[in-house]
Nanobody
Framework: QVQLVEPGGGLVQPGGSLRLSCAVSGFSFSSSTMSWYRQAPGKERELVASITRAGSTNYADAVKDRFTISRDNAKNTVYLQMNSLKPEDTAVYYC????????????WGQGTQVTVSS
């Protein structure tokens, strides 16, 4: 059974930090590109950051130099360290696992709410 479990959201003040985690099971984590997306109210879901199976990372311009994505293949877990948070970072954050090709897949977590407010 495929599972992507995302604890770790919450309320944080502007300028604060938060770490999201996504623990997966039921498929090959080490073969997957892992990503974090977010969706704010009234907006489309957008890519925040991704990390390939080789460890290459990519970030949206809005979060560069503030967010860091990492993965632990031994724990089947991907993380998103978020620093210097801004109110505009408020959104539901989703974990995604993707593998293209014939035996590919695209799996999503249930989402976790991050609210940045004083």
């Amino acid at each position: 059974q495929v599972q992507l479990v995302e604890p770790g959201g919450g309320l944080v003040q502007p300028g604060g930090s938060l770490r999201l985690s996504c623990a997966v099971s039921g498929f090959s984590f080490s073969s997957s590109t892992m990503s974090w997306y977010r969706q704010a109210p009234g907006k489309e879901r957008e890519l925040v950051a991704s990390i390939t199976r080789a460890g290459s990372t990519n970030y949206a311009d809005a979060v560069k130099d503030r967010f860091t994505i990492s993965r632990d293949n031994a724990k089947n877990t991907v993380y998103l360290q978020m620093n210097s948070l801004k109110p505009e970072d408020t959104a539901v954050y989703y974990c995604n696992a993707n593998r293209p090709g014939y035996l590919g897949y695209d799996y999503w977590g249930q989402g976790t709410q991050v609210t940045v407010s004083s």
